[in-house]
């Protein structure tokens, strides 16, 4: 916001978003494709964006209920970008992950492939994805050991989380 004359139009936005409730929804950066995000009751969403997907300054910023209806709200302030080096980016891969292991839990749940190879490939893919994400959260895990920050319990609190999320995915896959 630039004035005060931004927060009806920033709190209405809000307001919307809040009210759609705990779901997955799509976020949009100009034209780019859409990316699915969660917000938390304070109305934030996270979204980690590498290579040239990361590059969103001045670009508009759209979010979706689906991908399909095309009914979106659009936001006016710019989004706080936090370098690779920044620890704070530890805070956001995490439950960034989190996230993804919950989404491939779903698209095993939610499953609507008949050919049993075209199964099987698939699960194998999922696994696959699931266990560098895994390694992810393991190499953070041991980082965080290692340093002594003011982030560091958090970040291993975050961790033993989505290790948690880890191994109920596990358990799906394994039915």
């Known amino acids: 916001m630039k004035s005060s004359g931004d927060i009806p139009p920033t709190m209405k936005t809000t307001l919307d978003l809040l009210e759609l409730g705990d779901r ?3 976020v949009k950066f100009g034209e780019n494709e859409f990316l699915p995000t969660g917000f938390d009751d304070e109305g934030h969403g996270k979204l980690v964006l590498t290579g040239e997907a990361a590059k969103v300054q001045g670009q508009k910023i759209s ?5 399909e209806s095309g009914e979106k709200f659009d936001i006016e302030a710019t989004p706080i970008q936090i370098q690779p080096d920044d620890p704070m980016a530890t805070l956001l891969t995490v439950p960034y992950i989190q996230f993804e292991i919950t989404r491939l839990t779903n698209e095993i749940i939610n499953n609507t492939i008949d050919n049993e190879e075209e199964k099987r490939k698939r699960l194998n893919e999922i696994l696959e994805e699931a266990n560098t994400y895994d390694e992810q959260i393991n190499s953070i895990l041991q980082t965080a050991f290692r340093t002594k920050s003011a982030t560091r319990n958090e970040v291993i609190q975050q961790c033993m989380n989505a290790k948690g999320t880890v191994y109920q995915f596990k358990d799906i896959l394994s039915e």
Request: charge should be neutral.
């Open 24 to 26: 997955t929804l799509y």
């Open 63 to 67: 979010v979706f209920k689906d991908q």
